[in-house]
Structure formats: C-alpha cells, structure tokens
C-alpha cells in the first residue's frame, strides 16, 4: 500500500511540474505577443483602448494598430465604424498613408497601413459611428 501511494504521489508531482511548465510558456507567449496599450479614452457611452504591435511605436515602418470598444452601459449604441485621421500639429502635415480600419470581430477593429515617417509628435482622431462630434484625439510621440 505504502509503495503504491508512494509512487502515486510521485506521479503527482510529475503532472504538476509538466503543468506548470505548460502554463508558464503559455504565459510568457501571450505577454510576447500580447498588444501593448497606447492609451485608455472614455466618454459618456464607451470605453476605448488603443493598442499597437509591436510596444514601441516604429519610425516609417508598417504596424498594426487595435481598438476595442466596451459599451458603458445597456443604452450605448454598438459602434459598428470607426474612421481615422492622423497629423502632426506643429507640422501642418497628416499621415503619408491611408491606413484601412476593419471591424474584426464585434467591439473590436484593426488598423492595417498605418506608419509615421517622422520623428516628433503625433494626434490621431479617432471618429466612432461617422458622428463628428463622437471622437477620440490620441497624442504621442514617435522617436528615432
Ligand atoms: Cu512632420
């Protein structure tokens, strides 16, 4: 009885090591590859974050950008477009491009051909739903 139990418990231990080896790879996967939040916006009907791949924002290379959109509450209408425009304010100039927003799965969207080919400071407005007066303007800077 003694030699059974004892070879269980070694078994036991076998399987929570393999476990906790699994779980510590998916874990450290998911932080490599996980979106990194660029800013957090609320207004009276959502919440917005912006996140980009990779962390750091490139200069004038293609990257990809990620919205998500939670409604506050029961009333708030479910944004089903998001339009963009890009500038650097102390330059008078907008984006080199014409990045394409894609509605990916509900509450969620994904900006494909965004790049900034400048170093200094940029603003995107974000505008939710074609309705001017619902935007969200996200301000930072792209270094060398
Ligand atoms: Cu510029």
Redesign the pocket.
């Known amino acids: 009885m003694l030699c059974i139990s004892n070879k269980k418990s070694v078994m036991m231990k076998k399987y929570f090591l393999i476990l906790l080896v699994i779980s510590v790879c998916i874990i450290s996967a998911e932080t490599l590859c996980a979106p990194y939040l660029q800013g957090h916006y609320t207004t009276d009907q959502h919440s917005i974050k912006l996140y980009t791949q990779p962390e750091n924002i490139p200069l004038n290379e293609f990257h990809t950008w990620f919205i998500t959109i939670k409604n506050n509450n029961k009333n708030s209408p479910n944004i089903l477009s998001i339009s963009l425009d890009g500038k650097?304010p102390?330059?008078m100039?907008g984006l080199p491009t014409n990045p394409e927003i894609k509605n990916t799965i509900e509450g969620e969207f994904e900006i494909k051909g965004l790049k900034f080919?400048?170093a200094?400071e940029w603003m995107l407005i974000f505008t939710l739903n074609k309705d001017v007066e619902n935007t969200v303007t996200h301000t930072f800077t792209v270094t060398n």
Do not use: P, S, Y
Request: hydrophobic share 30%; aromatic share 0%; glycine share 14%.
């Open positions: 650097m102390k330059h100039h080919q400048m200094g």
